[in-house]
């Protein structure tokens, strides 16, 4: 079992920048597929961002792609989300989600998340 905690978030205007991070309790994050949620108030959860267990497979939703990048250190047990020229419609709770030994899409296919972390876009 593993325990995520994401941290990062804050206040930021339009155009600018935030990195969140991801730590991972234990010693077997290589074998988890990570992946970034994000919920806005009064809106479904919604995926950001995965990258395999090596980082070899990335996939972006296409709504942050060419401005976030998602990335990972195993050896810090440790996953990052590089978020550039924000907007607005940016603003949510960010989760990092993990599952071990298998690819994942939707939510409902990751067996741990994190406790959120709340990114604000002022426009």
């Known amino acids: 079992q593993v325990q995520l905690v994401e941290s990062g978030g804050g206040l930021v205007q339009a155009g600018g920048s935030l990195r969140l991070s991801c730590a991972a309790s234990?010693?077997?994050?290589?074998?988890?597929?990570m992946g970034w949620f994000r919920q806005a108030p009064g809106k479904e959860r919604e995926f950001v961002a995965s990258i395999s267990w090596s980082g070899g497979s990335i996939r972006y939703a296409d709504s942050v792609k060419g401005r976030f990048t998602i990335s990972r250190d195993n050896a810090k047990n440790t996953m990052y989300l590089q978020m550039n020229s924000l907007k607005a419609e940016d603003t949510a709770v960010y989760y990092c989600?993990?599952?071990?030994?298998?690819?994942?899409?939707?939510?409902?296919?990751?067996?741990?998340w994190g406790q959120g972390t709340q990114v604000t876009v002022s426009s």
């Open positions: 989600a993990g599952t071990i030994l298998k690819r994942a899409g939707i939510p409902t296919e990751y067996d741990y």
């Open positions: 234990g010693r077997t994050f290589s074998s988890y597929f």
